[in-house]
């Protein structure tokens, strides 16, 4: 049986993936994988999606014991060797890799793709067969097990069925959003008897989870569907049928570092579990009591093997699981506490009932029952700063946490007054890159105590307000500000594989997760770079939380693939900290966006690794370059211009326009109008309210009409391809006139021999006829011979007998010849005619093999034009993809610094002066202009209320002066003493009013009356 080429449904996949493809430059994604997981020691085919998988051909996994090939299809009728078959590979999982979710992704011509979760496990593993959506067709399972399954389309839903025995203990996990699958799951079983036992849709991390005892032997059904009833490749999952443990929570939530706590596990199927109070949507949780030790190596680590999302990358902990004869369980987030732990009090819930606390110390509580409310009261002193954190939904708890801080003072008749200090219950800020939404519902507040006193602070999640979850744990931090930051890395605008063409650039976004109010500069930086790549260090100034890492390759950079490593260093109250960053990736293809779009964010979660990746091949389309690679220096107020420079490959056209991130907070920027300028300048105008400090932002550039010519050798092997087909064809069709000719040579030949049989046949027909008279004619001459010798016996004298036996004898003589001779005949009629008909047997077999190299070349003619059909195509849609189009897509500009001073002045002030009363006294001011600053400074003295007698006039430092003498003249009467004032020098740059207030000490000595 001749098979179709591979290289034919490669190349409609291709055209396929990329119809679906944005008009992004290409970068290999990985869309899916199936199925997403395997068996310890299985070897299985594996199956992936995505866009741009153009020459895609290896797999790499996490894990050394996990390997994988293409898989190879039979070779062909016009290949020499087995080939390849697109997206699919054959891997072999070793027994000795671990149970765990490990990541797998996919190397093509446009790099190694981003990462996809795939899973090993003991249990063993099944996959749907389909079709599968009604009970009778449903796909048969064991208990315990693990299914893979695929919704394809809108209207699938998938079917199991597994013998059950009355008793049994059973929980479906079932894993989509956890390993990164599209699919929002609706699980339900039914039992034998067809009732609906449990339906799940969103348990564990908006996954289904059906935990129960089984009711009655027989068979139950598992059903299987999205929820919002969509499905494609993406849309993946993976049900685990066991009696395994199932975390629900643990609590307290956290714990100090170094420590070896006792603490409390709730969940289904417990070791040694014991029943709780909890209950989740009626199913009885279990509880147990185990010892937990908090390493001291977890601090500053997020160590966490299962998925974790964005907003908790500022988190510190490690995964905590339980072991059981049934296996492990699922990966619990153990967090680790800053302070003291205090456990909320269960009777708390009003102002009246507030538990009384000392800070600093973490209280851990819940949000439980419905419409829990706790109340917390503590004692400050005016001034007293707290760093005040409600930590739930960073814990990965479906909360919206809000927080209260009221100040409690009594009135005359010892009633209760109340000031409101703040309600906090907003969603942190977004900042307008969506690829990676690192936004939290957590309430964080540094609070400052107006006063000595008392204060109230109060706690509650609107989510709990409509239901009874005991999972909803929080932590509650009360204490002295340590300042700290962490750190995330994640690719701007690479959904795939982080991909840099030959001189081209690419960034990454750097979030900073700052702590208890620290707001300094964090220098970041990054190692591990493949050669020929490189970066410089950025500074994320204060106020700030988002950076921006630019990477930048040289034109003759080697392609490669590097495992990045970022780092950010700062200042801590005189302490240099440290922090490696964690990573990130978004979970989905998008369509291009300018950067300043206001559209949804991007699903994203965190990852072990960034995988940067440059070209083998493609050389950048544009690049753009601002500054001159120096930090830009000035003040707030200050305008500075800031060159750019734009190269553009030859022949590719195309208008830039530049939108800044990272810019230091009150400096407005909406865009960089570069269109198709070589060069120019653009103006940045910072703000009174700008904050000083040393800031790193770029520009991503949105690159529009740019002319991109798509994987040129893939047309190149597509033409050879149509080329070699093309002589294929030529040849088929050749040998089918061959083979014709032939065919009809055979069937002449085969048709002349069957009438020279026929001729033949005939005259073995005459001779015999021919023989018969002869012998006839022989037996009667015979016969007649007999009857004269007879009769001559009786007269041996008759003449006349004697006559007539030797006219007899010679009439038997004659016929006796006549015999022989037709006999002779028939013999040589019969010889020809049998070697007619066996020449007529070989001639038909001649005929049939020539019929047959007809049939067989009319057959290779038909897939050869076939193929050339498709050969045909495939180049036309090569070369269409090939040829030059018009293409939308961001690039980054280099990193521009630009360190910003409070003031366009360097001034020398003195601190103190002393006068008598009654005398004069001078003190000189002078500053140094800075930045171009060339305005008057007016420099006016604040004396305290109560002082008296003293007469300081304003002074004005003009553009032409760089000193100013001040007077100071002290009346008889002059209040003696210390006295702390000010000197207020105002100045305006650039249209920005600026206030200097230098603190000064006057002593005014008092001079005895005479």
Known sequence: MIKRSPFALAVLHVIIAVSVATAQLPETHLGSIYPAGAQAGQSLTLEISGVDLDAVNQLEFSHPGISATQKLAEAGPFEDQPQPVENQFEVKVHGDVPSGQYEVRCRGKYGLSNPRAFQ????????????????????????????????????????????GKQGQQLTIDALARRIDSKSELMVTLQAPDGRTLQQSQNQVQGDPLINLTLPQNGNYLIKVRDSLHRGGAEYVYRLVLSTRPQIDFVFPPAGLLGSNDKYTVYGRNLPGGKASRFTIDGTPLQQFETNIPIPKQVADQLDFDARLDPHQAGLDGFTFRIDSPAGKSNAFLMTVAGAKRVLEQAENDSPQQAQSIDFPCEIHGQFYPKRDIDWFTFEATAGQKLAIDLLSHRLGQPTDPSLLIQRVTLTDEGEEKLQQIVWHDELTTRIRDKGFDHRHNDPTYLFTAPTDGTYRLMVRDSYSSVQSDPRLVYRLCIRQPQPDF????????????????????????????????????????????????????????????YGVLVLTAAADAPGATSTLAVQGTSTVNGQSLKRLARYGRVLETYRFQQPNANVSSIPARLTPALMLTVSNSEQSLVSCTTGDGKTIETARGGVIKIPYQVKRAEGVGGNLTGYPLGLPPNVNLNQVAMAANEKGEFELKLQATTVPGTYTFYLACSAQGFQYSRNPEATEAAVARQERFATILAD???????????????????????????????????????????????????????????????????????????????????????????????????????????????????????????????????????????????????????????????????????????????????????????????????????????????????????????????????????????????????????????????????????????????????????
């Open 486 to 545: 962490r750190l995330a890395a994640s690719p701007i605008d690479h959904p795939g594989s982080i991909l840099i063409r030959k001189g081209g650039r690419t960034a990454l976004r750097i979030t900073a997760y700052r702590r208890d109010g620290f707001d300094g500069e964090i220098t970041v930086t990054a190692s591990g770079l493949p050669a020929g790549v490189t970066t410089d260090p950025i500074i994320i100034g204060p106020g700030n939380d």
């Open 732 to 1010: 088929a069709k050749k040998k089918t006139l061959e083979t014709q000719k032939s065919a009809q040579d055979a069937a002449r030949k085969l048709t002349q021999t069957g009438t020279d049989l026929k001729t033949a046949q005939t005259a073995v027909t005459n001779a015999g006829n021919a023989v018969t008279a002869a012998q006839k004619e022989l037996q009667d001459a015979t016969k007649r011979q007999q009857d004269a010798t007879k009769q001559l016996a009786a007269k041996p004298d008759d003449a006349a007998m004697n006559q007539a036996v030797a006219e007899a004898a010679k009439a038997v003589t004659a016929a006796t010849e006549k015999v022989n001779n037709s006999q002779t005949t028939m013999k040589t009629a019969t010889d020809k005619a049998t070697a007619i008909s066996a020449q007529q047997k070989a001639e038909q077999e001649a005929k049939t093999n020539a019929d047959k190299a007809y049939a067989d070349a009319q057959q290779t003619e038909r897939l050869a034009q076939q193929e050339k059909q498709r050969a045909d195509q495939a180049a036309q849609q090569a070369k269409q993809r090939s040829n030059k189009r018009s293409t939308n897509f961001s690039t980054a500009s280099t990193p521009i610094t630009i360190k910003v001073a409070s003031y366009p002045i360097e001034p020398t002030l003195p601190n103190a002066l002393t006068v008598k009363q009654g005398e004069n006294a001078e003190v000189t001011f002078a500053i140094e202009r800075l930045y171009g600053f060339d305005s008057n400074v007016s420099i006016q003295p604040r004396l305290p209320g109560g002082v008296g007698g003293l007469s300081i006039p304003t002074v004005n430092l003009d553009k032409a002066k760089k000193a100013a003498v001040v007077n100071v003249t002290a009346n008889a009467t002059a209040t003696p003493g210390e006295h702390e004032m000010t000197f207020r020098l105002q100045m305006n740059f650039n249209g920005q009013n600026l206030t200097l207030e230098h603190p000064f000490k006057l002593t005014v000595i008092e001079v005895e009356k005479k």
């Open 120 to 163: 090993v496990d003991s249990l063993t593993e099944y996959q749907e067969s389909e079709p599968n959506q009604d009970p009778d067709t449903a796909t048969e399972v064991s208990f315990p097990g693990i299914i893979n399954g695929q919704l394809k389309t809108t209207s699938d839903h998938d079917l199991f069925q597994f013998e």
